[in-house]
């Protein structure tokens, strides 16, 4: 959360890291707003989340059609022997099964042609709620999937919005370092002039070229931060590889106080807690947990008689006859039609079992959900909370800076004049000039750190719309 120390340190410390080369910016400029919406708009994993969604929605369907009648249609064409035996066996996937009496003189070198089909409905008319309750499963599931979509938008648009606020924070660091090797070049030429009539010892040229050094490689890595920066806001907001601008606009002052809806009498806890009960993240667990339960409700009207209603009109026809004959001009299609009808009630009581453990499962699990949401209110308690106390002391430290750089610019100009008096050293002019670059970059970053911690705390909250609207009062001002 230390946004500008953080930035500071990015921005102003060495990295040996070679520097990356970015295309030349071009196009309008980019509000942070708008790289909001184009965020939300164009990023994949948004995309992705809606696409899973619809696919689990479509279980909603599925779970409907079990209320409509099974219709199967078969038909079947043999040739085969006509050999029989008679006895009972279990029905096996390798031995097909045989209709007809035994009959004498049967041969394994003998074959007739068989057939047959038929058409079978099959209808369960009612179910005590088990149907009802997969719909309602099927829905939760779906209701889950719909609230991961926002889940996804509020994290796609806030790293947007962090996005940008580095880039703008990137930037900042380039100009207090350009500034800094302006200033550094303007003293080392007035210490070379010294030091070329003889009114300085040379070592005291020598240190200057080298902060002057020092302070182009700190600018190079401000630059290539910048450069980073800039490529990370174009994956931010699902343009990746293209160049990007961006409008500063009022992110460089102080933000103007939120104003409080009038007639409101609802207290600060009383608004926390509604907010946090309408968090993507909350949503979500609250979604899994109505998951659990209809799982449960499933479970609950599991245990009864199925009852299955079954009409079926099919046919057969076969070559091989009765009294031995083999015609091969029959069986070919189907002659004999027959047709049937019945109910079939099946109920397995050993199932009782398996459903107890399965209740057992579902409980554990639902004490793990609930387990889950209270740990989600209590980290989007803890930071809101944080924010809060964030967007103070982000406050305190952006009325402290600019005393901070008045004092390091009066510094660094009287060791100057102090250095050329000759009642100082080069050394202490660097340090001073160090100083004030510093004062320079964090005077620059704290205001940019009151937006980023109001950021946070839209996040806490999850509704990013009142730092939009807090954005959209300081450009208005």
Not at 161 to 185: G, H, T
Not at 193 to 216: C, K, M
Not at 304 to 326: E, H, I, K, M, Y
Request: proline share 5%; net charge positive.
């Amino acid at each position: 959360m230390n946004f500008r120390k953080y930035l500071t340190q990015l921005c102003i410390c060495l990295l040996a890291i070679p520097l990356v080369t970015v295309a030349q910016e071009a196009g309008a400029p980019l509000r942070l707003e708008n790289a909001v919406e184009l965020a939300v708009q164009n990023y994949p994993a948004i995309r992705a989340a809606q696409a899973q969604a619809s696919a689990v929605s479509a279980n909603i369907e599925l779970a409907r059609n079990a209320y409509l009648p099974r219709v199967e249609m078969d038909w079947q064409q043999t040739r085969g022997t006509r050999n029989n035996v008679f006895g009972q066996f279990f029905p096996q996937p390798g031995i097909p099964p045989i209709s007809g009496p035994l009959l004498a003189n049967s041969s394994f070198t003998e074959s007739a042609w068989g057939s047959g089909g038929g058409l079978l409905v099959s209808w369960e008319p009612f179910d005590f709620g088990l149907k009802k309750a997969r719909i309602e499963v099927a829905r939760r599931v779906s209701g889950e999937a719909e609230a991961r979509i926002a889940v996804t938008r509020l994290d796609v648009a806030v790293a947007a919005a962090d996005a940008f606020l580095l880039a703008v924070a990137a930037d900042q660091a380039v100009r207090a370092a350009q500034a800094n090797v302006d200033r550094m070049d303007t003293f080392s030429k007035a210490v070379h002039v010294l030091v070329d009539n003889q009114l300085r010892p040379g070592a005291d040229a020598s240190r200057t070229d080298a902060e002057l050094a020092a302070a182009r490689s700190i600018l190079i890595q401000a630059r290539k931060n910048a450069a980073i920066a800039r490529i990370a806001l174009a994956e931010a907001i699902g343009q990746a590889g293209q160049p990007v601008t961006v409008d500063v606009g009022p992110l460089l002052e102080l933000p103007p106080s939120p104003s409080t809806a009038a007639g409101v009498d609802l207290s600060a806890q009383q608004l926390a807690g509604q907010q946090l009960a309408t968090h993507p993240l909350v949503l979500v667990q609250k979604a899994s947990l109505d998951v659990i339960l209809a799982r449960q409700r499933v479970l609950d009207r599991s245990f009864f008689p199925r009852f299955q209603w079954q009409t079926s009109v099919f046919g057969r026809g076969s070559g091989a006859r009765v009294d031995g004959r083999l015609l091969n001009s029959r069986g070919f299609f189907p002659d004999t039609p027959n047709w049937a009808t019945g109910l079939t009630i099946s109920f397995a009581p050993t199932d009782i079992f398996n459903l107890r453990t399965r209740r057992r499962q579902e409980s554990d699990y639902l004490a793990a959900e609930q387990a889950r949401y209270d740990q989600s209110l209590q980290k989007l308690k803890a930071e809101e909370a944080t924010a809060r106390v964030v967007i103070a002391s982000a406050k305190e430290l952006a009325e402290n800076t600019p005393r901070q750089l008045q004092a390091a610019q009066e510094t660094e100009l009287r060791v100057r004049k102090r250095y050329e008096a000759e009642l100082t050293t080069i050394t202490e002019v660097a340090e001073a000039q160090r100083l004030l670059t510093t004062a320079e970059v964090e005077n620059a970053l704290a205001q940019l750190s009151v937006w980023h911690a109001h950021l946070a705390e839209a996040r806490a909250k999850g509704d990013l719309k009142p730092f939009l609207d807090l954005l959209r009062n300081a450009r208005q001002k």
